[in-house]
Structures are given as C-alpha cells and as structure tokens.
C-alpha cells in the first residue's frame, strides 16, 4: 500500500512538473516526463500516457494564442507527422523492453544535446524542413514520445521569437498527439492513477499560467533541458543495464 502510494505520488509530481512547463513553453511535457513515465509503467504505457497528456494541455494552452499560428509552416509538419506516426508505432511494437528503453533514452538525450548546442541545420529550412521535422518528429512520438525535438530545432533554425514558438508548438502537440493516440491507444491505468493524473495536469497548468509573467525565458530553457537530459540518460542507463 505505501509502496502504491509512493508510485502515485511520484507520477503526480512528475505530471505536476511537466504539466506547468508544457503550459510556460508550449512543449516539453514529454521531455520531461517520459523518462520517469516509462521508468514506471513501461515503454507502453509511459508513451501513450504521455500523448495522451501533453495533447491535452497543449488544447487547453492554445485557446488564447490560436491566432498566431503559422498555418504555411505548419500544414507540412504536421501531414509528414501523419504519415510517420503509424511507422514509430509499428517499430515499437516490435522491439524488446531493453533495446526500446535504449533507444527512448538515447533519443532523448540526443535531441536535447542538439538544443543545447543551438544546432543550425540546413535541411531544416523552409517547406523541406518542416517536412523533415515533422517526419522526424511523427516517428519520434509514437515510438517514444518525444516529438517535440525536432519542431523545437525547426523553430530555431526559422529564428522563431518565444510568442511565435509557443501557439506554434501547442498546435503542433495537439495534432501529432492525436495521431499518436489514434494509433496506440488510451493508456491502462487504475482509477485512482488516473485521477492523480488528472489532477496534477490541472494544477501543473495554473502553476504554469501563474509563474508565466514572472519567469525568464532562459531560466525556464535550462529547466527544461536540465531535466530532460538527466531524465533520457537515466532511461538509457536502465535500458543498458537490461541487457547486459
């Protein structure tokens, strides 16, 4: 009993934590939340739970900002994310626990690396470039989770300012979460998990609306990559362990 207790309280603050940056930065959630997610329920259930969320609240965050999306950009990221969505699932479908935990962590850290280091990559410019990320990124979601990386390295490369990047980015969470769910399905979870889910995106959300006028850009951008990268070493690190 104390031991489920202390699963429910972990999957709150995990939520709670993700849920808040999700709704400061317009992504993020799975960054930092699938590592620990997958920790718990498994490569499965973590993936889809977090789809599930991050579609969620990106809905909700982008009632007050649907105005600034860029319609031109993001029509052929997200038709390339419809048409990958299907593979990522399939791929997962078909790996073991160990190497897909691997290969989750090693994404993950990857991606986050190339935030980190600001990477400029000419392939993801212009129409080709929200093609690929989009691609990229489709794949990524429904195998892992993530998919926010390669939109993220889009948007730098487009020199997209914070008030562009956020509407933009719960557009896009919405739609290839939509297609990640319609894929692989609603995650099982117990009643009383999921009303700790529930309930911690709703409060992740106030605390994120509520700290939004008072905290900066940059501090929130180290959080988030801080978080992510110890969380996609961790996976990695388990998935490696599994299979020695």
């Known amino acids: 009993m104390a031991g489920a207790g202390a699963a429910e309280l972990l999957l709150g603050g995990t939520v709670v934590l993700a849920a808040s940056v999700q709704w400061l930065t317009g992504m993020g959630f799975a960054l930092i939340a699938v590592p620990v997610l997958v920790l718990m329920l498994g490569p499965a259930q973590g993936v889809v739970l977090a789809n599930c969320a991050a579609g ?95 939109y993220s390295l ?38 009383s998990a999921w009303t ?10 106030l605390i994120g609306r509520a700290l939004a006028p008072r905290v900066r850009e940059r501090g929130v951008r180290r959080l988030i990559l801080a978080l992510a990268l110890a969380g996609g070493f961790s996976v990695l690190t388990k998935g490696l362990l599994q299979m020695a």
């Not at 850290?109 to 000419?122: D, K, N, W």
């Not at 700790?196 to 959300?205: F, K, L």
Request: glycine share 14%; hydrophobic share 55%.
């Open 56 to 150: 969620a609240i990106s809905i909700v965050g982008l009632a007050a900002g649907w105005r600034r999306i860029r319609i031109g950009a993001m029509v052929p990221l997200v038709i390339a994310a419809a048409c990958t969505v299907p593979a990522g699932s399939w791929a997962a479908s078909r790996i073991s626990e160990p190497v897909l935990l691997a290969g989750i962590g090693t994404l993950v850290t990857l991606a986050v690396a190339l935030v980190i280091g600001g990477a400029r990559i000419p392939a993801l410019t212009g129409t080709r470039g929200a093609v690929t990320a989009g691609a990229v990124g489709g794949f990524m979601n429904s195998a892992a989770g993530v998919g926010g990386p390669p």
């Open 154 to 191: 889009y948007a730098l490369n487009a020199g997209w300012e914070l008030h562009e990047f956020v509407p933009n980015a719960q557009f896009y969470g919405i739609a290839v979460n939509i297609f990640s769910v319609a894929v692989n399905g609603v995650p099982r979870l117990s009643g």
């Open 196 to 205: 700790v889910t529930v309930a911690a995106m709703v409060a992740g959300a």
